[in-house]
Antibody, heavy 116, light 107 residues
Framework: EVQLVQSGAEVRRPGESLKISCKGS????????IAWVRQMPGKGLEWMGI????????RYSPSFQGQVTFSTDKSISTAYLRWSSLQASDTAIYYC?????????WGQGTLVTVSS | EIVLSQSPGTLSLSPGERATLSCRAS???????LAWYQQKPGQAPRLLIY???SRATGIPDRFSGSGSGTDFTLTISRLEPEDFALYYC????????FGQGTKLEIK
């Protein structure tokens, strides 16, 4: 079964760092782009950008450039989304998804809560 | 940047009825790059339609997509209880963007 499994919910304070993960299985992880999508509470979907696990090429949406960092570890078929200094406005559900044009396979989402 | 506007914001219908959801683009979009997703509460989105009118794997044939240029439509021919959810259109390719969503609720 093709699937993406994300790490569990996280609670952090403003200014803290965080890295969440997305593990792929059931397909050749290095051959498909992984996208990250944000969904703020009660809001719609925002495409943050993509990373290609085969060579770690990244493309960020202008809205998220410089705010987050994508990375991958091919050896364990895992993609990561990292913040160096969280803000309260980063509170959201973050989804990873396999992108081949469309987003055809989605992770279950990771809820990130940033609160003092 | 292409902006997608979905209407209505909320659509109230009964099971068995026909649902018509609209997605309008601020400039012409190739139909090759228009998709629809369904999101149920507490779940990740699911791909329904790609290339404006092609159903994704496992999607029932009561779901259909149409349109071209700046106007696209998702039609659900006969609503089942499990179809009441949020629906998003998306322009993919380049820098993907989503519409703001249409909530399909039970009347």
């Amino acid at each position: 079964e093709v699937q993406l499994v994300q790490s569990g919910a996280e609670v952090r304070r403003p200014g803290e760092s965080l890295k969440i993960s997305c593990k792929g299985s059931g397909y050749t992880f290095t051959s498909y782009w992984i996208a990250w999508v944000r969904q703020m509470p009660g809001k719609g979907l925002e495409w943050m950008g993509i990373i290609y696990p085969g060579d770690s090429e990244t493309r960020y949406s202008p809205s998220f450039q410089g705010q987050v960092t994508f990375s991958t570890d091919k050896s364990i078929s895992t993609a990561y989304l990292r913040w160096s200094s969280l803000q309260a406005s980063d509170t959201a559900i973050y989804y990873c998804a396999r992108q081949q044009g469309t987003l055809d396979i989605w992770g279950q989402g990771t809820l990130v809560t940033v609160s003092s | 940047e292409i902006v997608l506007s979905q209407s209505p914001g909320t659509l109230s219908l009964s099971p068995g009825e026909r649902a018509t959801l609209s997605c309008r683009a601020s400039q012409s979009v190739s139909s090759t790059y228009l998709a629809w997703y369904q999101q149920k509460p507490g779940q990740a989105p699911r791909l329904l339609i790609y290339a404006a009118s092609s159903r994704a794997t496992g999607i029932p044939d009561r779901f259909s997509g149409s349109g071209s240029g700046t106007d696209f439509t998702l039609t659900i021919s006969r609503l089942e209880p499990e179809d009441f959810a949020l629906y998003y259109c998306q322009r993919y390719g380049g820098s993907p963007t989503f519409g703001q969503g249409t909530k399909l609720e039970i009347k």
